[in-house]
């Protein structure tokens, strides 16, 4: 199957910091990514739309400023969180479209990011 | 308020034994349910789906039940094999949104010798 890689898969930051998590389609392109949060013992919650060329639509109750999405290449949207807070820590993982499959089944997950804010 | 709900967090099965994951969901208006595996520092990858005008859906060892009425959602596994061991979400979509999902939060399997 397509692979999608991100990176890093762990990050460990002081508060007030800004963290890049990277999310590449290796194997395809991908007009449209997906990013998910995932507190513990909670489901993976979408954060946002990234697409491809345009701004990225957000969930409600998630703050576009904190969390900067760019979608600049077919292959490539990265996450920036802004002046992390500990509250931030989290599971971040992104997941992209192959636009020929059949509904839903062409997503393809990254294997997540561990951002642990102190 | 979790729309989709998993409320199993672990699963014991013994190897060549039938194992069964169950989802709850409260909103009539998910019209397509995917079940998803995920293996320890890999991201979910698709397991199998079910459209809401269907009842069964089965690929392999891999059969999804839906009923509607009771906005319930099954995986059956038969036989079930140690590689099975992983983490299970379900996950359901709204008519018209094509990848915006909503997950549960997963049921861990565990298959034994």
């Known amino acids: 199957g397509a692979v999608v890689s991100q990176h890093p898969s762990w990050v460990i930051c002081k508060s007030g910091t800004s963290v890049k998590i990277e999310c590449r389609s290796l194997d395809f392109q991908a007009t449209t990514m997906f990013w998910y949060r995932q507190f513990p013992k909670q489901s993976l919650m979408l954060m946002a739309t990234?697409?491809?060329?345009?701004?990225?639509?957000?969930e409600q109750g998630v703050e576009k400023d904190k969390f900067l999405i760019n979608h600049a290449s077919l292959t490539l949207s990265t996450l920036t969180v802004t002046s992390a807070h500990p509250e931030d820590s989290s599971f971040y993982i992104c997941?992209?479209?192959?636009?020929?499959?059949?509904?839903?089944?062409?997503?393809?997950f990254g294997s997540g990011t561990q951002l642990s804010v102190l | 308020d979790q729309q989709v709900k998993q409320n199993s967090p672990s699963l014991s099965v013994q190897e060549g034994r039938i194992s069964i994951l169950n989802c709850d969901y409260t909103n009539s208006m998910f019209d397509y349910f995917l079940w998803y595996k995920k293996y320890p520092a890999e991201g979910p990858t698709f397991l199998i789906s079910i459209s809401s005008i269907k009842d069964k859906n089965e690929d392999g060892r891999f059969t999804v039940f839906l009923n509607k009425s009771a906005k319930h959602l099954s995986l059956h596994i038969v036989p079930s094999q140690p590689g099975d061991s992983a983490v299970y979400f379900c996950a359901a979509a709204l008519t018209g949104t094509a990848s915006k999902l909503t997950f549960g939060t997963g049921t861990r399997l565990q298959v034994t010798l």
């Open positions: 990234s697409n491809e060329g345009s701004k990225a639509t957000y």
């Open positions: 997941s992209a479209r192959e636009e020929s499959g059949a509904r839903n089944e062409k997503l393809f």
